[in-house]
């Protein structure tokens, strides 16, 4: 499945926008067909009808009416209509509000206005796709049909007062366990530096020697460090990593599962497979086919 790569703000000739869809399946208005992409905006999409499944960055999820998501900056992502809404004489139909606006007109007012703090944490860790769920999600919904019906000022105060409810709820989970693309921003110091070297080398075989050495640490003292600061074993984390990239190479290229072994330094398919499976609860073969299966 390739990813398209686009940026909306010229296309939609806005910052900012909410658009309320009402399509016999779900399809981004910028393309032919679903397509798998990414773009700079935020987005938060609610499905008011309609069924299938979601890819979030590498998480394959199934969606139904209710389903609430807000997306990070450049998170890949495709709502794709259950088969039964591509049949010739199929009466369904597919509603959503899509909200997308540009992070930068924010970015400055959040950055140095101290109570907007929970706003930009919560902005930040949208990278790993956040779902709304419960009363919140409810309220939001109303909101967002609200919104679409303002201009100006009030439509800022709006979308600023939805991100607030989102950041402060506890009604609210993450899409993508495995974040592997924001570490820099919460560990400033040496940890960087090993995180930088593990993903620019997760096909080669990586050593606990290499990383302490790397943190200026003995070994135990770095398995110390390294256990406090991310509340995971080293081997944990490395494997986390290995299998993100796994999962992305399953769904964006059509390498074999043995290749793809050996470009997220397993040294073996089967030892690939049998961890692939205990972190996804399904083989990389049936991961592949249900990712294909959706593209068909």
């Given at each position: 499945?390739?990813?398209?790569?686009?940026?909306?703000?010229?296309?939609?000739?806005?910052?900012?926008?909410?658009?309320?869809?009402?399509?016999?399946?779900?399809?981004s208005?910028?393309?032919?067909?679903?397509?798998?992409?990414?773009?700079?905006?935020?987005?938060?999409?609610?499905?008011i009808?309609?069924?299938?499944?979601?890819?979030?960055?590498?998480?394959?999820?199934?969606?139904?009416?209710?389903?609430?998501?807000?997306?990070?900056s450049?998170?890949?992502?495709?709502?794709?209509?259950?088969?039964?809404?591509?049949e010739?004489?199929?009466?369904l139909?597919?509603?959503?509000?899509?909200?997308?606006?540009?992070?930068?007109?924010?970015?400055?007012?959040?950055?140095?206005?101290?109570?907007?703090h929970?706003?930009?944490?919560?902005?930040?860790?949208?990278?790993?796709?956040?779902?709304?769920?419960?009363?919140t999600?409810?309220?939001?919904?109303?909101?967002?049909?609200?919104?679409?019906?303002?201009?100006?000022?009030?439509?800022?105060?709006?979308?600023?007062?939805?991100?607030?409810?989102?950041?402060?709820?506890?009604?609210?989970?993450?899409?993508?366990?495995d974040?592997?693309?924001?570490?820099?921003d919460?560990?400033?110091?040496?940890l960087?530096?090993?995180?930088?070297?593990?993903?620019?080398?997760?096909?080669?075989?990586?050593?606990?020697?290499?990383?302490?050495d790397?943190?200026?640490?003995t070994?135990?003292?770095?398995?110390?460090?390294f256990?406090?600061?991310?509340?995971?074993?080293?081997?944990?984390?490395l494997?986390?990593?290995?299998?993100?990239?796994a999962?992305?190479?399953?769904?964006?290229?059509?390498?074999?599962?043995?290749?793809?072994?050996?470009?997220?330094?397993?040294?073996?398919?089967?030892?690939?497979?049998?961890?692939?499976?205990?972190?996804?609860?399904?083989?990389?073969?049936?991961?592949?086919?249900?990712?294909?299966r959706?593209?068909d």
């Amino acid at each position: 499945m390739r990813l398209l790569k686009t940026e909306l703000t010229p296309l939609i000739d806005d910052l900012m926008k909410v658009d309320l869809r009402s399509q016999p399946f779900l399809a981004s208005p910028f393309h032919h067909q679903p397509a798998f992409h990414s773009h700079p905006e935020l987005e938060l999409v609610f499905v008011i009808e309609g069924f299938g499944k979601r890819i979030i960055g590498n998480t394959v999820e199934p969606f139904e009416a209710g389903d609430m998501v807000f997306i990070g900056s450049n998170v890949p992502h495709l709502w794709l209509s259950d088969p039964v809404f591509y049949e010739e004489h199929s009466t369904l139909q597919s509603r959503v509000i899509v909200t997308y606006f540009n992070p930068k007109i924010f970015t400055q007012m959040f950055d140095s206005i101290k109570e907007f703090h929970q706003i930009r944490d919560m902005i930040r860790q949208s990278s790993k796709g956040i779902r709304i769920c419960g009363e919140t999600r409810n309220i939001i919904a109303n909101k967002l049909v609200e919104l679409s019906e303002l201009q100006g000022f009030s439509k800022i105060e709006g979308l600023l007062q939805i991100m607030n409810l989102i950041s402060v709820s506890e009604e609210k989970s993450f899409i993508v366990n495995d974040d592997t693309d924001h570490y820099d921003d919460l560990y400033p110091d040496r940890l960087v530096n090993v995180i930088k070297f593990i993903k620019d080398n997760l096909h080669n075989q990586i050593t606990l020697h290499q990383v302490a050495d790397i943190a200026c640490m003995t070994e135990q003292s770095f398995c110390r460090f390294f256990k406090r600061r991310l509340k995971k074993s080293f081997s944990q984390f490395l494997n986390e990593l290995r299998i993100a990239h796994a999962r992305e190479l399953l769904i964006q290229t059509d390498k074999s599962v043995n290749d793809i072994a050996y470009l997220c330094g397993f040294k073996s398919s089967s030892h690939f497979c049998h961890v692939f499976k205990g972190h996804s609860g399904e083989s990389p073969v049936q991961y592949k086919l249900a990712i294909k299966r959706m593209d068909d």
